[in-house]
């Protein structure tokens, strides 16, 4: 989904984070794939000029709680 803003609630995500991890494949804070990975809510990065990337995230079983910010 790319959107021409972001939304207020969207944070940007960290420009190092993996993209398997933005995929939504693996964890989005430790990068495990043989967990039980559940949605954690989305990111963005930036996409061409003035244009931001929306991901959605998941989160294995010891992050779930955790959400971007
Ligand atoms: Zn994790």
Known sequence: MTVATAPPDVPFADPEVSIVRLHGEACYWCGAVHSALT???SVA???GECGVRIW???ACPQHRDRRPR
Do not use: H, L, W
């Open 45 to 47: 990065t930036p996409a």
């Open 39 to 41: 949605p954690a809510g």
């Open 56 to 58: 959605f995230i998941v």
